[in-house]
C-alpha cells in the first residue's frame, strides 16, 4: 500500500465472503471484549491493547486463514 489514502470498508468487501466463522477466546480476551465495549478503545492500558489485538488477530485469521 504505497498511497496513503484512507481505506474504507468498501475496500476490503472484496476479501471475504458471507460465512459463520468460530474462534475460541481465552476468559481474559472475553473480559477484554466487554470492558472494550464498556469504556471504548481509549480507557485500554497497553497491556489491554495487546489482548485486543490478540483477539483481532484470531479473527482475521478465521476470516481470511491464507492471508
Given amino acids: 500500500m504505497s498511497d496513503n489514502k484512507e481505506?474504507?470498508?468498501q475496500d476490503y468487501r472484496h476479501l471475504v465472503v458471507s460465512?459463520?466463522?468460530t474462534?475460541?477466546?481465552s476468559q481474559d480476551q472475553q473480559?477484554?471484549?466487554l470492558k472494550t465495549y464498556d469504556?471504548?478503545?481509549n480507557a485500554l492500558t497497553d497491556i489491554d491493547e495487546m489482548?485486543?489485538?490478540a483477539v483481532i488477530r484470531q479473527l482475521?485469521?478465521?476470516i481470511q486463514?491464507?492471508?
Avoid: N, Q
Wanted: aromatic share 4%; hydrophobic share 50%.
Fill in 7 to 9: 481505506k474504507t470498508l
Fill in 19 to 21: 460465512k459463520d466463522i
Fill in 23 to 25: 474462534v475460541h477466546l
Fill in 31 to 33: 473480559a477484554m471484549i
Fill in 39 to 41: 469504556y471504548g478503545l
Fill in 51 to 53: 489482548l485486543l489485538s
Fill in 60 to 62: 482475521k485469521m478465521s
Fill in 65 to 67: 486463514p491464507d492471508a
